[in-house]
């Protein structure tokens, strides 16, 4: 019998309890998942790509079918060289749809065998996203139930080096507004 293989890509900058709702769901319907992170020097990630995969290893350790990778180029391109079938994405809500849907026939018109399978999570992780576990994380806000323990544990791990850094001494030879200056750019 055919064994039908997907890749779940993104960028998993931190994973939240969203992204592991949806590799579970995704993990019963699948005979294997590979979780792929993008490696994109573009953008400038919070957590390097080797905490990440860490992180999703922790994560997706439970699960027989489920493995972890990382990637660049097009996802298609990706999918094709680990024989996968389908890309799954997860959809919250109407507002990710459109966005979903441009990449999802754009992906079809790179590459016609690959599938791309929406999937739902949970109701209550509708309005998760990295980007706000960042945010809020990074203000002070609790993040609680949002992600797992020991992706909370590394958030704030890197949130207390980032401030020790912000509150240190300005460098030798820069006023203290230069020093606060150059201390926030970091941060960034
Ligand atoms: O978690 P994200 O950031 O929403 O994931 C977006 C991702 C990685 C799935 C998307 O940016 C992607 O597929 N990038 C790889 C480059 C590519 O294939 N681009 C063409 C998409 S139509």
Do not use: C, W
């Not at 060289?81 to 990449?103: F, N, P, T, W």
């Not at 999570?121 to 609790?142: D, F, H, K, N, T």
Request: hydrophobic share 40%.
């Amino acid at each position: 019998m055919k064994r039908i293989k997907a890749i779940y890509p993104g960028s998993f900058d931190p994973p939240t309890n969203g992204h592991l709702d949806l590799i579970e769901r995704g993990s019963k319907i699948f005979d294997e998942l590979v979780v792929a992170i993008l490696r994109n020097p573009e953008k400038d990630p919070l957590f390097s790509l080797a905490d990440r995969r860490k992180m999703l290893e922790a994560m997706t350790a439970g699960f027989d079918n489920v493995s972890v990778d990382t990637f660049d180029g097009l996802t298609v391109d990706y999918a094709l060289r680990v024989e996968a079938h389908a890309i799954v994405r997860g959809i919250r809500a109407i507002s990710d749809y459109e966005y979903e849907l441009q990449m999802a026939l754009m992906n079809r018109k790179l590459q016609p065998d690959v599938e791309t399978v929406f999937m739902l999570p949970a109701e209550q992780y509708s309005y998760l996203s990295s980007r706000l576990v960042r945010e809020i994380a990074q203000l002070g806000g609790s993040i609680k139930g949002l992600v797992p323990e020991l992706v909370e544990r590394k958030l704030r791990e890197k949130i207390d080096v980032a401030h020790k850094f912000a509150n240190s001494e300005p460098p030798e030879g820069t006023t203290p507004s230069e020093g606060k200056k150059k201390s926030r750019k970091k941060k960034a």
